[in-house]
């Protein structure tokens, strides 16, 4: 287990913060291989960082921003982390990023997902992975209710874009695989709030990633996981 916290004061504080960390990495990778890529959780925690990190100054045009997953809904509805991103990241300095959305059809189909992971491979592996985290121990769309919990947390599957039907939340899910987000450059968990705090320190207690799959990153030997924290 390879574990930094940061802690901080308030979210405001942790919002600049990690913005400035990520436009570092971000322009670190511009420089080494003349792109860079990032993949964002949605949910409400992340809109101060899009905020800040939309008005860093970096080669925006050299970025490729997607989402970690997306709920299968359109994608004007407000349950849509596609939306989330293009009305709280997508804009000021950001407005130049390339956007790779994962919901690009009407129809979540096998035939579709592998022509959406095979896209994703222009980008892959990833610069920079932002997870969040549920109060049942879910990251990204990999459920502990879900029946494909154990295909997700595989580390024998190819890196790729999957479905998932959770049974404690709404709509179907389409989700980076665990192969596809452990192998980024850098890690991170973004978490606000005590309750949050509470739930991280049960995953941190054991090991058992189907109970909690964020366990599969917070374990994992080899990958270190950067925890963004702020009450």
Sequence with gaps: MMIKQHTFVSRDELDLAFAKQIAQQLSDAISVKGY???AFSG????????THLSN????????????VDDRWVDTDSKD???RLLRENLLKNKAVKARFFSLKQASQLTAEY???LTAQAQQFMPLDVVIL??????????????????EQG????????????????APYERVTFNFSALINAAHLYLHLVGDAKQQVLQSALANNNAIEMPIRA?????????????AE
Excluded: R, Y
């Design 80 to 82: 849509s982390n596609d």
């Design 43 to 50: 949910g409400s925690t992340p809109k101060g960082l899009f």
């Design 217 to 229: 990153f917070l374990h994992h030997q080899d990958k270190a996981c950067e925890i963004f924290w």
């Design 56 to 67: 860093m100054p970096l080669d925006w045009s050299n970025v490729t921003i997607t989402l």
């Design 153 to 168: 947390l595989d580390a024998n599957n190819a890196p790729c874009l999957m479905k998932t039907v959770p049974t404690t």
């Design 36 to 38: 860079a890529s990032i």
């Design 132 to 149: 969040g985290m549920g109060e049942d121990g879910h990251t990204a769309s990999i459920f502990p209710c879900s029946e494909q919990v």
């Design 113 to 115: 997902l592998n022509t």
